[in-house]
């Protein structure tokens, strides 16, 4: 009896084990089990990894860019892990701060994330969803286009430029701080 309890409790595990699948980073969802893992199993993230600057109209704006790994993530009424970028960022105009997460604890707030949806063609491309600030203003995609080694591209596309004035309040900022353009040069510090 205590045997066939130790081949069952192992076949249990085995079979636990076995229904999570790891796929590559850019395996669409739709198609994968419950608790897949989407893996960058090509390293497509880790070029972007690191601190990286870029000025436009009078502002500095510094990204600092990291890995996160196999993280929890709910989609399409689907759980699954996956690994991803998370990007935080300061904007300054001539030395002053108009806006930064670089030490902000994203806990329990995502506004003002940036977090890696996919990737594309093979790396050289990384497309990432920004929360938006203050009543989701500014909500949109970024990309990201390697140029070498040492930068890469910037585009920064708002799906939401203006506040809800029925349930947004009138005393909040709603300034968009990120450079709203294409083809903005980072450097890799």
Same mark, same amino acid.
């Given at each position: 009896? +205590?045997?066939?309890?130790?081949?069952?409790?192992?076949?249990?595990?085995?079979? !636990?084990? &076995?229904?999570?699948?790891?796929?590559?980073?850019?395996?669409?969802?739709?198609? $994968? &089990?419950?608790?897949?893992?989407?893996?960058?199993?090509?390293?497509?993230?880790?070029?972007?990894?690191?601190?990286?600057? &870029?000025?436009?109209?009078?502002?500095?704006?510094?990204?600092?860019?990291?890995?996160?790994?196999?993280? $929890?993530?709910?989609?399409?009424?689907?759980?699954?892990?996956?690994?991803?970028?998370?990007? +935080?960022?300061?904007?300054?105009? =001539?030395?002053?701060?108009?806006?930064?997460?670089?030490?902000?604890?994203?806990?329990? @707030?995502?506004?003002?994330?940036?977090?890696?949806?996919?990737?594309?063609?093979?790396?050289?491309?990384?497309?990432?969803?920004?929360?938006?600030?203050? !009543?989701?203003?500014?909500?949109?995609?970024?990309?990201?286009?390697?140029?070498?080694? &040492?930068?890469?591209?910037?585009?920064?596309?708002?799906?939401?430029?203006? +506040?809800?004035?029925?349930? !947004? #309040? #009138? =005393?909040? @900022?709603?300034?968009?701080?990120? #450079?709203?353009?294409? =083809?903005?040069?980072?450097?890799?510090?």
């Amino acid at each position: 009896m +205590r045997n066939l309890l130790l081949i069952l409790g192992i076949l249990t595990l085995l079979s !636990c084990k &076995a229904q999570e699948q790891v796929l590559p980073l850019n395996t669409s969802v739709f198609g $994968a &089990a419950e608790n897949s893992y989407f893996k960058d199993l090509n390293d497509e993230l880790n070029p972007y990894v690191g601190t990286w600057k &870029a000025s436009f109209q009078d502002k500095t704006i510094t990204l600092q860019i990291s890995k996160q790994i196999k993280v $929890a993530t709910k989609n399409f009424n689907k759980n699954y892990y996956t690994d991803q970028l998370f990007a +935080r960022y300061e904007v300054k105009k =001539n030395g002053v701060v108009l806006e930064s997460t670089l030490n902000k604890d994203f806990t329990n @707030d995502i506004g003002l994330s940036m977090r890696s949806v996919y990737t594309q063609n093979n790396g050289n491309s990384v497309t990432l969803l920004f929360s938006g600030g203050n !009543c989701s203003v500014g909500i949109g995609t970024i990309v990201l286009k390697m140029k070498g080694t &040492a930068q890469f591209f910037w585009g920064y596309y708002p799906g939401t430029t203006t +506040r809800n004035d029925i349930s !947004c #309040p #009138p =005393n909040l @900022d709603y300034t968009i701080y990120l #450079p709203e353009t294409e =083809n903005l040069i980072f450097t890799k510090q």
